[in-house]
């Protein structure tokens, strides 16, 4: 079946500072990855996705690229904010309609 | 325009007590997911509609557990006799159809049920 592993949190990380979230995953057929994130308070939104092997999914200064070789998307920022405290979850979608998701990763930015 | 509602945002009841929990989907939106999230784990899926008809009902943890949908419209998912491992976030997502993967699910708020 499918299944999505992502790195364990919290991470807890300064302003400007670079972040990178682990993700693989284990699927049936050709998957379509996602990230979703959740701000405090608020509902689960997303993110970026990428629907086929070398696609580059971006938004918000976040990218990850769907690296079908290593089962991968693992996610990037650059610089990160205090606004970009949040939980972030990996995800896939194979061949139907349900999401598979990862058990999330917590991120605090500290100024 | 307005995005998934859930209703109630907070439910406490008593261990052995039924609850219902109320899903309003994005106006046209004909697939319907529900999710279930427990304490520092990852979504689980638990039941999927498209119309008023649920060909998915395969993450439902127990027969406790059903859901209904009018028409392309308000869902609803009861749990009867409530125990305490039921307590979690219960998410509700929408999507324009199930039968593409590239429509994306727009999530509720969710409700956080709390057994006692």
């Known amino acids: 079946g499918n299944s999505v592993t992502q790195m364990e949190g919290p991470v807890t990380l300064s302003e400007e500072a670079f972040l990178t979230i682990n993700c693989t995953y284990t699927?049936?057929?050709?998957?379509?990855l996602f990230w979703y994130v959740q701000y405090p308070g608020e509902g689960l939104q997303l993110l970026l996705k990428?629907?086929?092997?070398?696609d580059k999914g971006s938004n918000k200064g976040f990218e990850a690229t769907y690296r079908k070789e290593t089962t991968s998307f693992h996610l990037e920022k650059g610089s990160v904010q205090v606004s970009d405290s949040a939980v972030y979850f990996c995800?896939?979608?194979?061949?139907?309609?349900?999401?598979?998701f990862g058990a999330g990763t917590t991120v605090t930015v500290r100024a | 325009g307005a995005g998934v509602s859930q209703s109630p945002s907070n439910k406490v009841t008593e261990k052995g007590k039924d609850v219902e929990l109320r899903c309003d989907p994005i106006?046209?939106?004909?697939?319907l997911y529900w999710y279930r999230q427990r304490l520092g784990q990852g979504l689980e899926f638990l039941i999927y509609?498209?119309?008023?008809?649920?060909?998915?009902k395969s993450g439902l943890p127990s027969d406790r557990f059903s859901a209904e949908r009018t028409g392309e419209s308000v869902s609803t998912l009861t749990i009867q006799r409530t125990q305490q491992e039921d307590s979690a976030v219960y998410l509700c997502a929408s999507s324009l159809s199930g039968t593409a993967l590239s429509y994306e699910q727009y999530f509720g708020p969710g409700t956080r049920l709390t057994v006692t």
């Open positions: 990428a629907t086929k092997a070398d």
């Open positions: 509609f498209q119309g008023n008809s649920a060909p998915d």
């Open positions: 106006s046209g939106h004909t697939a």
């Open positions: 995800a896939l979608r194979s061949n139907d309609y349900k999401l598979s």
């Open positions: 699927a049936t057929g050709y998957p379509s």
